[in-house]
C-alpha cells in the first residue's frame, strides 16, 4: 500500500486531501503543529475526523524542527510526500515576516532534506498564485515571469519553486506544484511539474 505523508494535514486542503488518500485505500502520516493562525478547534476537529479512519497517524511536530522531521522521514517509508504546511496570507506576512522564513522556507528545506535522504522520489507542493505579483498578463500561465513578487509570502512561495527545481535537478527528486488561487471562494488551482 503507498503511503504518503501530508503535511499541514489539520490544514483546510491537508483535511480534504488526507481523507481522500484515506477513502481509496493509501496510508497517511501527517505532520502539523496546530498553529492559532487561524481557531485551532477547526484544526483539531478535522484530525479528530482523519484518526477515526484506518491507516491515518499524525504528528504534531514543527517544520522547523530539524531533527523531528529527520526522524520522521527515517522512521517511515514514504512512496510520495505532499507537502502543504506553510505560513499563508499576504496581509499577515506585513506584520509577522519572520515566521515567513522559518516555516516556508527553513522549514521547506526540512523537507527537501528529508526527500532526498530517504529517497522519495515524489514531491506535490503547493504554491500559491500570488507569485504572479506585478505581472497584469492574462490569463495566467505557468510560462509567465513571476521574478516580480510583491509579498513576503509570494517571495517565499517563489523561492519554494527555486529550491525544488534545484533539488530536483541534483537528486532527481520529481516534483510537482500546484497553484492555488483563493480555493475557498473561487474552486481555481494551477499546476505546473517538473
Ligand atoms: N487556500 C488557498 O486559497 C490557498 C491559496 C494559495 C496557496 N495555498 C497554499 O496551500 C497550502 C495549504 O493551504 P490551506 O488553505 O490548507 O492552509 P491552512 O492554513 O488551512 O493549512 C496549513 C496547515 O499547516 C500547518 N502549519 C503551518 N505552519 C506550520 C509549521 N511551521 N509546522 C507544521 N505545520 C504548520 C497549520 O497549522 C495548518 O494546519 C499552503 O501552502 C498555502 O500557502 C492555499
Do not use: W
Request: hydrophobic share 40%.
Amino acid at each position: 500500500m503507498d503511503h504518503v505523508l501530508v503535511t499541514g494535514a489539520a490544514g483546510f486542503i491537508g483535511f480534504y486531501l488526507s481523507k481522500k488518500l484515506l477513502d481509496n485505500g493509501i496510508s497517511v502520516t501527517g505532520i502539523d503543529n496546530l498553529n492559532d493562525y487561524y481557531e485551532v478547534s477547526l484544526k483539531q476537529a478535522r484530525l479528530k475526523q482523519l484518526l477515526n479512519i484506518k491507516n491515518f497517524s499524525v504528528i504534531k511536530t514543527d517544520l522547523e524542527n530539524r531533527d523531528g522531521i529527520e526522524n520522521i522521514f527515517k522512521e517511515n517509508d514514504f512512496d510520495v510526500v505532499v507537502h502543504l504546511a506553510a505560513q499563508a496570507g499576504v496581509r499577515y506576512s506585513i506584520e509577522n515576516p519572520h515566521i515567513y522564513v522559518h516555516t516556508n522556507l527553513v522549514g521547506f528545506l526540512h523537507i527537501l532534506e528529508g526527500c532526498r535522504n530517504t529517497g522519495v522520489k515524489h514531491l506535490v507542493f503547493a504554491s500559491s498564485s500570488s507569485v504572479y505579483g506585478a505581472n497584469k498578463k492574462m490569463p495566467l500561465s505557468v510560462r509567465h515571469n513571476v521574478d516580480h513578487p510583491i509579498s513576503l509570502y509570494a517571495a517565499t512561495k517563489k523561492a519554494n519553486e527555486l529550491m525544488a527545481h534545484t533539488y530536483a535537478a541534483l537528486y532527481r527528486i520529481r516534483h510537482r506544484f500546484t497553484f492555488f488561487h483563493s480555493i475557498r471562494s473561487m474552486g481555481k488551482a494551477r499546476h505546473g511539474s517538473f
